[in-house]
């Protein structure tokens, strides 16, 4: 392993309220899904640590936390993101729908270079309650020449793992300098550090839509 400060790595998701971001970032963390969850009105940080191939990243995972609501989501929030992930809800069409909006907001608070990816959340509830097309979604993604991958934060946490990851070695492999001829030889994590580490000064209140 490198003894070599850890290079930053800021990753974005964002979606409407109620696709369920929290239980993803809470996943990428290692812990449990959290069905009664609840997401805080201030900006908070996830913080983990991968080493790809020999190199280690610290990867500054963020939750929009409650700004989506409102569609306030602020340019510091978004500001040198390397990675941004749209999560839509499978069962919820608008918040599909929408993607276009957050999409042009990223475009416009973002000038630098980025990996983007789709992620369709709740498959567990693929049969039971699916309202967004598949195949929709996916050619969708290839439109935007975007990855997608459809997950459930439930019952498939290491199908997300697997996907922010791939998105990170992507970035890693495009943008920066380092083991541009050895592309995702491996990945592993090797620390996890302070979860939701809050970038306000304060907590204005809470947001029950996870």
Do not use: H
């Not at 392993?1 to 290079?7: D, L, Q, R």
């Not at 491996?186 to 209140?205: F, L, P, R, V, W």
């Amino acid at each position: 392993m490198s003894t070599e400060e850890a290079e930053e790595i800021k990753v974005v998701l964002l979606g409407n309220c109620g696709v369920g971001k929290t239980n993803l970032i809470l996943i990428y963390e290692g812990k449990d899904f959290e069905p009664n969850s609840f997401t805080n009105y201030s900006s908070s940080l996830s913080q983990k640590k991968l080493e790809i191939n020999n190199k280690t990243y610290e990867i500054n995972l963020w939750d929009t936390a409650g700004q989506e609501r409102f569609k306030t989501i602020t340019k510091s929030l978004l500001n040198g993101a390397n990675v941004v992930i749209y999560v839509y809800s499978i069962i919820d069409q608008n918040s599909f729908d929408d993607l276009d909006y957050w999409i042009q907001t990223v475009k416009e608070k973002i000038s630098g270079n980025y990996i983007s990816g789709i992620v369709g959340n709740k498959k567990d509830l693929y049969m039971e309650e699916k309202i967004v097309n598949e195949k929709l979604a996916i050619d969708y993604a290839k439109s935007k020449n975007y990855k997608y991958k459809l997950c459930s934060a439930k019952t498939e946490p290491n199908v997300f793992i697997g996907f922010i990851n791939e998105l990170i070695s992507d970035y890693i492999d495009q943008f920066t300098d380092i083991n541009k001829r050895e592309r995702k030889n491996s990945i592993k994590i090797t620390k996890e550090s302070s979860n939701n580490a809050s970038k306000s000064k304060k907590s204005q209140g809470r947001c029950d839509c996870i």
